[in-house]
């Protein structure tokens, strides 16, 4: 067994050959993603069952370590509220963190899976076929839940990962790490198969967006606009991202009002400083006599910002002026932007010039409206008479996610296991020949 790799932290780092770390490090993952991509359902499962249990058996010791995440965070003087809310861990949080494991592991292994297959005239038989994507790296930031979500799909995938969590997480990484190496040793796979950056040096960073020599296949960045700006600056692999949520909720003239108002107060305020949270306000025009008060002073007795238009403006004397900037902005915080449109036509027409693909929903009892918002929005999620906030893998029934892409290519919305394959085509002859 090869020796094991050197954790380097706080003034350590200047000592570490980082170049030689990395490159060990994409070695290791490259040559245990050749062993998962053949490792049976039943020794995945194996892996990921003995995880849960380790999450739960070392919940006060994950607890511990993000408490110390957290302290210093908060004694830096710099970190928002809701930069805090992504870092903390609670003993809910860590539950639903095993828990997440356990819905992974009952999910169909995707592996192998023969989504087509089909006869030539010739005789031969082709099939296409599902096959891991080998090395995935994922650079995270705040959120110490994203190594376990990670480490979990690439396993039942079929994929090495390589997880390189941000500064401010770093113990709470570690220990959560700890208990997903727990689970490979006791399923006897590669301890590689979920690699750990064992540094806080930022350099680490850039040389995983340049590949590790080819070791890694697929660069995945969660965190913020600047992090994921960098990364598709940056990378020599694909990526699977994206840049922002500047998600909308509109409310249709026919919109039950209490459901209108349950839904946009859940999916401003439930969580603000998270991807799916709703950052503007649409309501139609033809109803805002009914809706706009209500909703607005909701907001605001809530807690909220609301920055709006004139209409809303009108609609209550704490709202405060929007430029035009706010129509472009992401939050993540408990600020919302707010304006009345023309039915669906002008919300649609509001969201294509100001969104960023990631999710938007509609409040409607008009089925034609609806139909017409989730055919035309161009998002990677959609939903009528839904919350912004199921913008989320788990919530879709994958387990978990190892985030959310709005490109057009391969995967789009949230990646789960499925997403993180690809495929190959199985041809079967008997002796032909091409003329």
Not at 28 to 44: G, I, M
Not at 100 to 109: E, F, K, L, P, S
Not at 342 to 350: F, P
Request: overall charge negative.
């Amino acid at each position: 067994m090869a020796a094991p790799l050197k954790a380097v932290d706080g003034n350590a780092d200047r000592a570490c050959d980082l170049l030689a770390l990395m490159s060990d490090l994409g070695t290791r993952a490259r040559a245990a993603a050749r062993v998962l991509a053949l490792a049976p359902p039943e020794q995945k499962n194996r892996a990921l069952e003995a995880m849960e249990r380790a999450i739960r058996a070392n919940s006060a010791a994950i607890l511990a370590a993000n408490a110390e995440d957290v302290a210093e965070a908060r004694a830096a003087g710099n970190a928002t509220s809701s930069f805090i809310d992504r870092l903390t861990l609670t003993p809910a949080r860590v539950e639903g963190m095993a828990e997440g494991i356990g819905i992974v592991r009952g999910i169909a292994d995707p592996i192998g899976v023969v989504t087509e297959r089909w006869q030539r005239p010739n005789g031969m038989s082709i099939e296409r076929v599902r096959v891991p994507l080998g090395v995935v790296g994922v650079i995270f930031e705040s959120r110490p839940n994203v190594a376990a979500d990670a480490g979990v799909l690439c396993l039942k995938s079929g994929n090495a990962v390589i997880l390189r969590g941000g500064s401010d997480s770093f113990r709470s990484c570690r220990a959560i790490h700890e208990c997903l190496v727990q689970g490979l040793r006791e399923a006897g796979l590669p301890e590689a198969a979920i690699t750990l950056v064992p540094t806080r040096d930022r350099a680490a960073v850039g040389m995983m967006l340049s590949g590790l020599n080819g070791a890694i296949d697929v660069i995945v960045p969660r965190g913020g606009k600047s992090l994921v700006a960098r990364v598709e600056q940056e990378a020599r692999v694909p990526v699977f991202a994206h840049l922002e949520g500047v998600n909308h909720v509109y409310i249709d003239g026919s919109a039950d009002l209490a459901m209108a108002k349950s839904i946009v107060l859940n999916a401003k305020m439930r969580r603000t400083g998270v991807c799916g949270a709703a950052e503007t306000l649409l309501v139609d025009r033809a109803a805002a006599g009914k809706n706009l008060k209500p909703l607005v002073e909701m907001l605001l007795d809530a807690g909220c910002e609301v920055r709006g238009d004139e209409a809303v403006q009108k609609a209550d004397a704490r709202v405060k002026p929007a430029s035009e900037e706010d129509w472009d902005t992401e939050y993540l915080d408990a600020i919302i932007a707010a304006k009345v449109v023309d039915g669906v036509e002008g919300a649609i027409a509001h969201i294509q010039d100001h969104g960023s693909h990631h999710t938007d929903a509609i409040v409607s009892a008009d089925e034609a409206a609806a139909s017409k918002f989730l055919s035309e929005v161009d998002s990677a999620i959609v939903l009528h008479n839904a919350s912004t906030q199921f913008a989320d893998g788990g919530e879709f029934g994958f387990g978990a996610e190892i985030g959310i892409a709005t490109g057009r290519f391969h995967a789009r919305g949230p990646v789960g296991a499925e997403q993180l394959t690809s495929f190959k085509y199985r041809v079967r002859g008997t002796g032909q020949t091409r003329p």
